[in-house]
């Protein structure tokens, strides 16, 4: 099963936010933005300080494909 966050770079882009605004927003490191980008597992304290900066819920910037 893979990973997906493109619900989360949609949901940037909606917003009008760079991944720039996201690391000041929620203080997470450039390395865990190049495992977003990729489509890498992240902590799951990444993805709830994600959606408090974003307010949504997990489901709203992360997909499970098969």
Known sequence: MNISYNKLWKKLIDRGWKKKDLVE???ISSVTIAKLGKNLPVNMDVLIRICDALDCDVGDI???VR
């Open 25 to 27: 927003r929620t203080q």
């Open 62 to 64: 992360v997909e499970f």
